[in-house]
């Protein structure tokens, strides 16, 4: 066998190994439910030696580390890992990154696993941001990037101001749809929930796994928790104005016509009141809790 036939049956022989590889675990996840994380042990951690070592083979090996950062987020989300959870995930897109600098759903959905707030992650959307701007270096008139850190500004941070820039320079970029001007207006003038809302289902429509479209599914679940709660608490008024007194909870309400029954959220969950504050919480056990802080309305 001539050495370039050698060369050419090696590197066949080291695809077939990444692929049967890649089937092996992606098997492992759809029959055997994680009770715990995979393996904790990440042996690179330097994109370039990953790149070094992979020569020719980075995009498939981008892959392998992509198919393990879903086995290594969704493992934790399902084993509630308290020991060091999801401490291997910003290294795993890192690098899954660094292989493949044009990798768009590792850039957009990795940033969304790591601003997901404790426990469902690890709620580091200083992390989530460093991710999407390596994307923007990497291909700068991906303005899907700039759009996406105005989003965990507002989502995760509560900074409408942050949010606003990017969202208006994502809007100055190559092909940005001519909407986006209009989102980053509103937002700076109060953060409209709308621009959140219209995010998430952008997210929803564009994921390629199902079990991510439930996570951006989830995030339009608390939008429509945080909508509601306000639209309860202004209740409050209007009883105190018709029975001249402070409601005592959710009796009160129905007695008056307010409301039909005991308000529950999208999860099913009731609704808690709470007399002495005149505010509405989700319940403690709503798959919904914690809620982002995502500003209030302008009133």
């Known amino acids: 066998m001539t050495p370039g036939l050698r060369n050419l049956a090696a590197t066949a022989?080291?695809?077939?190994?990444?692929?049967?590889?890649?089937?092996?675990?992606?098997?492992?996840?759809?029959r055997v439910p994680l009770?715990?994380?995979?393996?904790?042990?990440?042996?690179?951690?330097?994109?370039t030696v990953a790149k070094t070592l992979s020569m020719s083979l980075r995009t498939i090996?981008?892959?392998?580390?992509?198919?393990?950062?879903?086995?290594?987020?969704?493992g934790d989300r399902l084993s509630h890992r308290r020991d060091r959870p999801f401490e291997l995930l910003q290294p795993l897109l890192d690098l899954t990154t660094t292989l493949d600098?044009?990798?768009?759903a590792a850039y957009r959905f990795g940033a969304m696993f790591l601003s997901e707030p404790a426990p469902g992650g690890p709620g580091r959307a200083d992390q989530a941001i460093a991710l999407l701007e390596k994307g923007l270096r990497a291909q700068p008139a991906r303005?899907?990037?700039?759009?996406?850190?105005?989003?965990?500004?507002?989502?995760?941070?509560g900074d409408a101001k942050e949010a606003a820039l990017w969202f208006h320079r994502a809007a100055e970029m190559p092909g940005a749809p001519n909407w986006l001007n209009a989102v980053a207006a509103t937002t700076m003038a109060g953060a409209d929930r709308q621009v959140a809302g219209a995010w998430l289902e952008d997210m929803v429509a564009h994921a390629p796994e199902g079990w991510l479209r439930a996570i951006a599914q989830r995030r339009l679940a608390q939008l429509t928790a945080m909508n509601a709660i306000e639209q309860l608490e202004a209740l409050v008024a209007p009883f105190q104005k018709k029975m001249?007194?402070?409601?005592?909870?959710?009796?009160?309400?129905?007695?008056?016509?307010?409301?039909?029954?005991?308000?529950?959220?999208?999860?099913?969950?009731?609704?808690?009141?709470?007399?002495?504050s005149g505010l509405v919480r989700l319940h403690p056990q709503s798959p919904l809790s914690p809620l982002p802080v995502l500003p209030e309305r302008p009133r």
């Open 143 to 157: 303005w899907q990037y700039a759009q996406d850190i105005g989003f965990v500004h507002l989502w995760n941070r």
């Open 101 to 104: 600098p044009n990798f768009n």
């Open 35 to 47: 009770t715990q994380s995979a393996d904790r042990g990440l042996y690179i951690r330097s994109g």
């Open 13 to 30: 022989g080291v695809v077939s190994l990444m692929i049967g590889s890649s089937s092996v675990l992606r098997a492992r996840d759809v």
């Open 244 to 276: 001249q007194r402070n409601p005592t909870g959710w009796d009160d309400f129905m007695a008056v016509g307010l409301i039909a029954g005991v308000p529950i959220d999208p999860a099913g969950a009731p609704y808690v009141y709470f007399p002495a």
């Open 61 to 74: 090996a981008a892959d392998m580390y992509w198919l393990r950062t879903i086995q290594h987020f969704g």
